[in-house]
T-cell receptor
C-alpha cells in the first residue's frame, strides 16, 4: 500500500517568514495530493491540492509543488501569520476503483511566533 | 457547499457499552464515506471505507465486528463501536466523497469529528 512520510514533525517560524513542509510517497499510482490544515479538536480543512498533471499550484500565500519522478511534494507558506499556526497534513490518493482513499502523512505542527 | 456533519460531537460512556456515531452529507450525495481514527497528536488513520448499499472495507488491524459500519443511504453512514473499552477512546472523523462525475469527485469532505471517551 501507499506510505506517506512528512517532515518536519514540528516547525517554528517567526511571523512573516516562510514555512516549507515536505512529503514523500511510495506508490507511483498516486495522482492526487491534498494538504489539510487542522486546528486543535477540529476537522481537517482542505487548503490546497495538486494533481499529477501539474508541477506547481499557487493560491495567494500558499503554494504546492510536485515532483512525480522523485515522488515528493511540498507545501510552501509565505508571509506566515499567527493564525497559520496549526497541524498540517499531506495526503496521497491513487486513481483506482477502491474509492480514492487518502493516506495521510504524520502531520507537521506549525507554530508562528508573533 | 459540501458540508458533512457528525453526531454526536462528543460522547462519554462506560466500558462495555456500545456507541453509535452518525456521519451525514448535508448538501450532496456520497457513494463513499470514510471513517478515520485520530489519537492525540497523531495523524488520521483510515479505519474503513464505506460504500452505500454494500459491506464496508476494513483496513488491516481494524476489527469489523467491533467497529460496525452501516451505509444505508447516499447521505448517511454510521459507525458503531461495540463493547467500547478505554483504549477505544479517540477522535473519530468521517469524510464523504461526492458521486462520480461531480466536479469535486476526487475530494473528501470531512465531518467535524466525534470525541469518544470510554471510562
Amino acid at each position: 500500500g501507499e506510505n506517506v512520510e512528512q517532515h518536519p514533525s514540528t516547525l517554528s517560524v517567526q511571523e512573516g517568514d516562510s514555512a516549507v513542509i515536505k512529503c514523500t510517497y511510495s506508490d507511483s499510482a498516486s495522482n492526487y495530493f491534498p494538504w489539510y490544515k487542522q486546528e486543535l479538536g477540529k476537522r481537517p480543512q482542505l487548503i490546497i491540492d495538486i494533481r499529477s498533471n501539474v508541477g506547481e499550484k499557487k493560491d495567494q500565500r500558499i503554494a504546492v509543488t510536485l515532483n512525480k519522478t522523485a515522488k515528493h511534494f511540498s507545501l510552501h507558506i509565505t508571509e506566515t501569520q499567527p493564525e497559520d499556526s496549526a497541524v498540517y497534513f499531506c495526503a496521497a490518493s491513487p486513481n483506482n476503483n477502491a474509492g480514492n482513499m487518502l493516506t495521510f502523512g504524520g502531520g507537521t505542527r506549525l507554530m508562528v511566533k508573533p | 457547499g459540501a458540508v458533512v456533519s457528525q453526531h454526536p460531537s462528543w460522547v462519554i460512556c462506560k466500558s462495555g457499552t456500545s456507541v453509535k456515531i452518525e456521519c451525514r452529507s448535508l448538501d450532496f450525495q456520497a457513494t463513499t464515506m470514510f471513517w478515520y481514527r485520530q489519537f492525540p497528536k497523531q495523524s488520521l488513520m483510515l479505519m474503513a471505507t464505506s460504500n452505500e448499499g454494500s459491506k464496508a472495507t476494513y483496513e488491516q488491524g481494524v476489527e469489523k465486528d467491533k467497529f460496525l459500519i452501516n451505509h444505508a443511504s447516499l447521505t448517511l453512514s454510521t459507525l458503531t463501536v461495540t463493547s467500547a473499552h478505554p483504549e477505544d477512546s479517540s477522535f473519530y472523523i468521517c469524510s464523504a466523497r461526492a458521486l462520480a462525475g461531480a466536479r469535486s469527485y476526487n475530494e473528501q469532505f470531512f465531518g467535524p469529528g466525534t470525541r469518544l471517551t470510554v471510562l
